[in-house]
């Protein structure tokens, strides 16, 4: 590690700084209140990095700081070290990392006109929330709008499982059915009995794929709004599939259809 890097030590459990990172790993929406979240652990860490976001505080555990790689020890506007105790007290993993960044939240957006998207209705599990944001990413669907009753984007759950995926995405939070007139692109929702095989379809690019609740599926309001329902075959015979598995299906079948034009 750089000597150029200084860091802060803090020593006390009821320090301010330790009291809201508590608070940001264990409270699924203290993000919102606080104005910022946390993210720990090296992967996380170094996608933030490559995309260009910057921490404003990096926390290393006193075990980890001594060989803290430099583009970690030197990308925040701050370092603190905290004891190994401390640090598992904040920390939201099995085994903690020993590093961790806070971020600034983004300033709330407003839903982007014309570009590729997913909608999320009401989903609620994180690991799924988190799944799909990765698989947003991967097939070119930058702008992610959560509608009210969806779990909370920047959550450490999600962000977890999202392994990265919210730094390259646009992400909508809170949004109400009436601020998807400003989509202006054509919304595609699945259905275990609507709708021809996805295979089957001609699927307009961009578009904005609909997904709904794990157990009730889309809603009934936003179905109304959708130009086009497909359905994913299952010759096996499972009665459904898990919305972020079906979310990979139709997201990369979007992404074939428009690399074939």
């Given at each position: 590690?750089?000597?150029?890097?200084?860091?802060q030590?803090?020593?006390?459990?009821?320090?301010p700084l330790?009291?809201?990172?508590?608070r940001?790993?264990?409270?699924?929406?203290?993000?919102r209140?606080?104005?910022r979240?946390?993210?720990?652990?090296?992967?996380?860490?170094?996608?933030?990095?490559?995309?260009g976001?910057?921490?404003?505080?990096?926390?290393f555990?006193?075990s980890?700081?001594?060989?803290?790689?430099?583009?970690?020890?030197?990308?925040?506007?701050?370092?603190?070290?905290?004891?190994?105790?401390?640090?598992a007290?904040?920390?939201g993993?099995e085994?903690?990392?020993?590093?961790?960044f806070?971020?600034?939240?983004?300033?709330?957006a407003?839903?982007q006109?014309?570009?590729?998207?997913v909608?999320?209705?009401?989903?609620?599990?994180a690991?799924?929330v988190?799944?799909i944001?990765?698989?947003?990413?991967?097939f070119?669907?930058?702008?992610?709008?959560?509608?009210?009753?969806?779990?909370?984007l920047?959550?450490?759950?999600?962000l977890?499982a999202?392994?990265?995926a919210?730094?390259g995405?646009?992400?909508?939070e809170?949004?109400e059915?009436?601020a998807?007139?400003?989509?202006?692109?054509?919304?595609?929702?699945?259905?275990?009995?609507?709708?021809?095989?996805?295979q089957?379809?001609h699927?307009?690019?961009?578009?904005?794929?609909?997904?709904?609740?794990?157990?009730?599926?889309?809603?009934?309001?936003?179905m109304?709004?959708?130009a086009l329902?497909?359905r994913?075959?299952?010759?096996?015979?499972?009665?459904?599939?898990?919305?972020?598995?079906?979310?990979?299906?139709?997201?990369?079948?979007?992404?074939?259809?428009?690399?074939?034009?």
């Open positions: 590690m750089s000597s150029a890097a200084n860091a030590h803090i020593t006390s459990r009821d320090n330790l009291k809201e990172l508590r940001l790993s264990e409270d699924s929406t203290a993000y209140k606080l104005g979240f946390w993210v720990e652990g090296d992967h996380l860490g170094r996608a933030a990095l490559v995309r976001w910057r921490p404003g505080i990096a926390v555990s006193e980890f700081w001594p060989s803290a790689p430099v583009e970690l020890a030197q990308s925040a506007i701050k370092n603190i070290v905290i004891p190994d105790a401390l640090f007290g904040i920390s993993l085994s903690p990392a020993g590093m961790g806070v971020f600034d939240l983004p300033v709330a407003a839903v006109s014309g570009v590729a998207s909608i999320l209705d009401r989903v609620q599990d690991g799924n988190g799944s944001l990765r698989s947003a990413g991967a070119g669907f930058r702008q992610v709008i959560a509608l009210k009753g969806t779990a909370a920047w959550s450490p759950k999600v977890r999202g392994m990265g919210h730094f995405l646009q992400l909508v809170g949004v059915l009436p998807l007139d400003a989509l202006a692109v054509p919304i595609i929702v699945t259905s275990s009995h609507l709708g021809a095989l996805i089957q379809q699927l307009p690019m961009p578009c904005a794929w609909a997904l709904g609740h794990e157990g009730q599926g889309v809603g009934e309001a936003l109304a709004r959708a329902s497909v994913i075959g299952q010759p096996g015979g499972e009665e459904s599939l898990n919305v972020a598995a079906a979310a990979a299906i139709c997201l990369h079948a979007s992404a074939v259809a428009a690399a074939a034009i």
